[in-house]
């Protein structure tokens, strides 16, 4: 199966997450502002990948109906 534009950007969204939570487990912010802003980073990775997989399933169903 082909990749859809919600595959290609959940992949990219993944990625920036894993990358984010490596940043912060191997100590790399310098303060906890920063260690507060990825973190926040990553909570909103998260819910994107949620809105993403949400909207890719509705829009799945809906072609099925057609």
Request: hydrophobic share 30%; no cysteine; net charge negative.
């Amino acid at each position: 199966m082909a990749k859809t534009v919600f595959d290609v950007l959940k992949e990219r969204i993944v990625t920036e997450k894993v990358n984010a939570t490596e940043f912060l487990t191997s100590g790399g912010q310098k303060d906890i502002d920063q260690y507060k802003e990825v973190n926040g980073m990553i909570r909103g990775l998260e819910s994107s990948i949620q809105y993403i997989e949400d909207l890719s399933r509705n829009y799945m169903e809906d072609d099925d109906d057609d």
